[in-house]
């Protein structure tokens, strides 16, 4: 039973290019979430979805960043026009729909804006 | 809304020697609160959760944390470090009420001396 995928692990852009990163949930898990972990400091929540749904986007910026979870295939953050501030370790994890969700991540994009 | 309060970023305790890293959550619902650990350049591993059950939770690998209401703290703990017990460690608070995000500390970072 596969864990949170992620890919790519590693990915580099350059300033103003866009950045896709995906995330296939575990098996039976339904609800997604995506955070975002600066040096240093520790991960901060973005936003949750559930298949063709996002139920809660308030951490996300307003601008430049999406993120969807259709109906078949993995869940995508989207980074539009890069900056080099987006350099972060971006984390996905999944739940079953019942609370308290037993969370698993994946092990993570590093972003690296040059 | 929910925060949580790690003390010390860094904890450095010899082989053998008690480990207790400090987390202390402010949350105006009744809380679920996680202890998560990171080793480097991997995703965050659950090591264990309170849920309103017993307030002593035990998790993997030897580790165990105390749920204390009245002091708004949940403090991990292992009798006896070992060498492989070096990693970044994270507290984590969420609620109830559906809103399933977890609000993470800034972590502390565990050193494991020979």
């Known amino acids: 039973n596969a864990g949170v995928m992620q890919n790519p692990r590693h990915l580099v852009r350059r300033r103003g290019q866009e950045a896709r990163l995906r995330c296939s949930p575990m098996?039976?898990?339904?609800?997604v979430y995506w955070y975002r972990q600066l040096p240093e400091e520790g991960l901060k929540f973005m936003v949750y979805l559930q298949k063709e749904n996002i139920i809660d986007e308030s951490g996300m910026p307003k601008e430049r960043f999406s993120a969807e979870f259709p109906k078949e295939g993995p869940s995508i953050l989207r980074i539009q026009q890069v900056v080099r501030g987006d350099s972060a370790a971006y984390f996905c994890?999944?739940?079953?729909?019942?609370?308290?969700?037993?969370?698993?991540f994946g092990s993570g994009t590093r972003l690296t804006v040059v | 809304a929910q925060s949580v309060t790690q003390l010390g970023s860094h904890v450095s305790v010899s082989e053998g020697a008690l480990v207790l890293l400090r987390c202390n959550y402010s949350s105006s619902v009744p809380p679920y609160l996680f202890w998560y650990v990171q080793y480097p350049n991997q995703g965050l591993q659950l090591l264990l959760k309170?849920?309103?059950?017993?307030?002593l939770v035990k998790g993997i690998n030897g580790f165990e944390a105390e749920f204390k209401k009245s002091e708004t703290s949940f403090h991990l703990t292992k009798p006896s470090a070992h060498m492989s017990d070096a990693a970044e460690y994270f507290c984590?608070?969420?609620?109830?009420?559906?809103?399933?995000?977890?609000?993470f500390g800034s972590g502390t970072r565990l050193q494991v001396q020979p």
């Open positions: 098996k039976g898990h339904s609800h």
């Open positions: 994890a999944s739940s079953p729909p019942e609370v308290p969700g037993g969370y698993t």
């Open positions: 309170y849920t309103s059950a017993a307030t």
């Open positions: 984590a608070v969420s609620d109830n009420t559906g809103r399933r995000a977890l609000t």
